[in-house]
Nanobody, 122 residues
Framework: VQLQASGGGLVEEGGSLRLSCAAS????????MGWFRQAPGKEREFVAA????????DYVDSVKGRFTISRDNAKNTVYLQMNTLKPEDTADYYCAATRSAYSRAQGFYEYWGQGTLVTVSS
């Protein structure tokens, strides 16, 4: 599966953005999906994940209550709604897919999209 992330940009602190990740192929619903991010000078970290049906999700503590991951299997797309953005959310955001159950571990994800840059100004 090929993944194409989009929706990044420059936003002021407290603002919102919605990232999208479009997947190619007809088997999108077979994949659990995750979002990861990499801030300048830091390692890539887990942000959120969603099960194949969308019925189960997971978030890193720092984004709970502010970010929402969702998916539309009919559109082969996973979303990351980001509200109340903070400067520390500035990073390249990556979507990833796995045929396994979703995980916080990057090694479980077989497919990765290119990053989309989110910059939050203070």
């Amino acid at each position: 599966v090929q993944l194409q992330a989009s929706g990044g940009g420059l936003v002021e602190e407290g603002g919102s953005l919605r990232l999208s990740c479009a997947a190619s192929g007809r088997t999108f619903s077979s994949y659990s999906m995750g979002w990861f991010r990499q801030a300048p000078g830091k390692e890539r970290e887990f942000v959120a994940a969603i099960s194949r049906t969308g019925g189960s999700t997971d978030y890193v503590d720092s984004v709970k209550g502010r970010f929402t991951i969702s998916r539309d299997n009919a559109k082969n797309t996973v979303y990351l709604q980001m509200n109340t953005l903070k400067p520390e959310d500035t990073a390249d955001y990556y979507c990833a897919a796995t045929r396994s159950a979703y995980s916080r571990a990057q090694g479980f994800y077989e497919y990765w999209g290119q990053g989309t840059l989110v910059t939050v100004s203070s």
